[in-house]
């Protein structure tokens, strides 16, 4: 049991270009979703998912694109990266019943020059 | 949204209880109140939650009022390992059903020899 797992740790990107973070969870949760924390703040809600199929904007979802093709899987797209992106980004992820214990990842550090 | 506000920093001698509160006061009734805390730049740990009743695990004691507008977390015999940035998070049922978790800004817990 891995838990939540996050890839790539470090990303240097050029203004422009686009990428992938990944995330994926070994635990059949049906919730998960993208944060980002920037320096001195606490973590803003990107994008969040209750199941396969199924996505929604959190609070900073601009510039970010999300899917849910499988329960397992939630990855975050940049389509063209600004330095405004550069940031700490957190998956997370918890069984849909109430009260359940919400579980991060250890975060990607993405630069964008 | 049901948005958290906590004292961006406390100081706590070690061995002694460190007792940080979090203010909730627009909590609705079915929203649940998480802790978690933030070592460096590492992913956020769950530490506990909590609905109407006050909760106790291995690592902490979360006191909830009777009006729920308020909580605190008690670490019974603070460490140094315990310093960290503490988050109280009200997690939010959206009117679709789906749901988000509320970050406040955290308190910066300094445990001290």
């Known amino acids: 049991n891995a838990g939540v797992t996050q890839t790539p740790k470090f990303q240097v990107l050029k203004t422009g270009q686009s990428m992938t973070l990944q995330c994926a969870q070994d635990?059949?949760?049906?919730?998960m979703s993208w944060y980002r924390q920037d320096p001195g703040m606490g973590l803003r809600l990107i994008h969040y998912?209750?199941?396969?199929?199924?996505?929604d904007q959190g609070e900073v979802p601009n510039g970010y694109n999300v899917s849910r093709s499988t329960t397992e899987d939630f990855p975050l797209r940049l389509l063209s990266a600004a330095p405004s992106q550069t940031s700490v980004y957190f998956c997370?992820?918890?069984?849909?019943?109430?009260?359940?214990?919400?579980?991060f990842g250890e975060g990607s550090w993405l630069t964008v020059v | 949204d049901a948005k958290t506000t906590q004292p961006p920093s406390m100081d706590c001698a070690e061995g002694r209880a460190a007792n940080l509160p979090c203010n909730h006061s627009?909590?609705?009734?079915?929203?649940?109140v998480y802790w978690y805390r933030q070592i460096h730049s590492q992913g956020p740990q769950y530490i506990i939650h909590?609905?109407?009743n006050n909760e106790t695990n291995e690592m902490a004691s979360l006191i909830i009022t009777e009006d729920r507008k308020s909580s605190t977390l008690i670490l019974p015999h603070a460490t140094l390992r315990d310093t960290a940035v503490y988050y109280c998070?009200?997690?939010?049922?959206?009117?679709?059903?789906?749901?988000?978790?509320?970050f406040g800004k955290g308190t910066k817990l300094t445990v001290n020899p």
């Open positions: 997370a992820s918890r069984a849909l019943s109430s009260g359940n214990t919400i579980y």
């Open positions: 635990m059949n949760h049906e919730y």
């Open positions: 998912s209750v199941g396969a199929g199924i996505t």
């Open positions: 627009t909590i609705s009734g079915n929203e649940y």
């Open positions: 909590g609905l109407k």
């Open positions: 998070i009200v997690r939010r049922i959206t009117q679709g059903g789906s749901e988000k978790l509320v």
